[in-house]
């Protein structure tokens, strides 16, 4: 029998933690939640807690840490040791004793833990596509340098594994022309632009067919989200910006397809819930149950194509664009994003505002090679106070 496996959880508390844990509790003998980490939410985390008894639980914030220690103590639970900050979350992320680490952090935070577990040569279950967007090639480099075992969580890269061949290495030698990354179109996909001037965070909070957490959400509703993943296909599968092409499937139930120079196109089909991928990746190479009801094919019906409209979604051809760039313009548009997105969220930016804020700090900041993760780190510091300066502008106007 196989041992049991040690899994860091870093963003338990999360959409996708909340949706690892259920798999891990559906295989107790396979799986032991070995560390949980959350940023300050510390009331979910005790719970997590109180059912998983992990071995360590890791908050970001130091008063929320005190605040799970005193609840823990109230519980009688001892086993569980709280760690705090950055540091604690890179030590559970490389722990000698962890086997596997679901990096589902979300946004440019994720990066540090993602690179431990990467240079640690863990089984990375990699949700944070933040990491790959902000320092692919140094991130490939951890992977290759640690000799860890890289697998996609995006449902999309998820699925592109999926129907690549096991022995895997380039797209030429397994005869791979395309990759065709379905994206479901978001809730505005039928907006017009005088439409999208008026959506508010409520409608935009409220996707057709995924629950994921708000930035994922606001970032499917702009088609930044895909614009990410182009930049993650890129860095996972070593695909030319040309070599990927982004369909509107408005179903959400092929999860993305490749196409082969026989003239197969295979896909991968199922219900939209992220337990699938998660199982996929956990249980690798073999198949896990996952909880997720099996696909009506019939009660399906029909599945729709479209070209995406980057007129009236521009987030989309800016990664195109960031990713011809290379050097720092990938992290430049992913912080831009990130503080954008959170200006929308508190109702101070408008939704078309989004692209024009990122594209404003790209101008301005311009682009530099990546030598190193520092350089990657003041990208993400500069694009910040920039986007952030063009923000009070814009509300001193
Ligand atoms: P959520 O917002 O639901 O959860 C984020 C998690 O990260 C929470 O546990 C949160 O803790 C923690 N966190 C937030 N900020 C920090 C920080 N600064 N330091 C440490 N931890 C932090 O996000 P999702 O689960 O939706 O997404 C997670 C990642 O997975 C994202 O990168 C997203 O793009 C990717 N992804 C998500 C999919 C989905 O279906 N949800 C699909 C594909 C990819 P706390 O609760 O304390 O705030
Ligand atoms: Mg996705």
């Known amino acids: 029998m196989n041992k049991v496996q040690n899994i860091t959880v870093l963003g338990a508390t999360g959409t996708i933690g909340v949706n690892t844990l259920d798999v891990i509790a559906r295989h107790p003998q396979r799986f032991r939640a070995y560390a949980l980490t959350a940023n300050s939410r510390f009331e979910p985390l005790l719970e997590q807690c109180r059912r998983f008894r992990p071995r360590y639980a890791v908050l970001l914030d130091v008063l929320a840490a005190e ?46 833990p993602s690179l431990a577990a990467a240079s640690s040569g863990k089984k990375v279950l990699l949700a944070n596509k933040e990491t790959l967007v902000m320092s692919g090639g140094l991130f490939m480099q951890a992977v290759r340098q640690g000799e860890a075992t890289l697998l996609p969580i995006d449902s999309e890269h998820n699925a592109i594994f999926q129907c690549l061949p096991r022995d895997f290495a380039s797209l030429e ?3 791979v022309t395309k990759i065709l990354l379905t994206a479901s179109g978001g809730p505005f996909r039928k907006f017009t632009q005088e439409q999208l001037a008026h959506v508010t965070p409520q409608q935009a909070l409220n996707h057709p067919n995924w629950v994921m957490g708000p930035k994922i959400t606001i970032d499917s509703a702009t088609l930044m989200n895909k614009g990410l993943e182009v930049i993650e296909a890129h860095w996972l599968f070593g695909a030319a910006p040309e ?19 026989d003239g197969s196109v295979l896909a991968e089909l199922g219900n939209p819930d992220m337990r699938t991928p998660i199982a996929h990746a956990l249980g690798w190479p073999e198949r896990l149950a996952s909880g997720v009801a099996p696909l009506d094919i019939f009660a399906t019906g029909q599945l729709d194509f479209e070209r995406p ?25 992913n912080a831009a994003n990130e503080i954008a997105v959170q200006a929308f969220l508190d109702n101070g930016l408008a939704f078309v505002d989004i692209p024009r804020l990122i594209e404003r700090v790209l101008e301005e900041i311009g682009t530099h090679p990546v030598h190193s993760l520092e350089d990657v780190v003041k990208a993400d510091t500069l694009a910040r106070l920039t986007a952030q300066d063009w923000l009070e502008r814009k509300t001193a106007c």
């Not at 760690?83 to 935070?109: N, W, Y």
């Not at 070599?243 to 120079?261: A, D, L, W």
Request: aromatic share 4%; charged share 20%.
């Open 243 to 261: 070599q990927i092409e982004v369909v509107i499937h408005p179903q959400s139930v092929i999860h993305s397809m490749v196409q082969y120079n």
């Open 309 to 333: 409209d980057t007129a009236r979604f521009p987030c989309l051809r800016l990664a195109f664009e960031v990713l011809e760039k290379g050097g720092t313009a990938p992290a430049t548009l």
């Open 67 to 112: 605040q799970l220690e005193s609840g823990l103590r109230a519980q009688g639970l001892e086993d569980t040791e709280v760690l705090c900050g950055l540091d604690a979350l890179e030590r559970v992320s490389a722990h000698p004793e962890v086997d596997t680490v679901m990096a589902a952090i979300v946004g440019a935070a994720g990066l540090q």
């Open 173 to 175: 030698p397994s005869g």
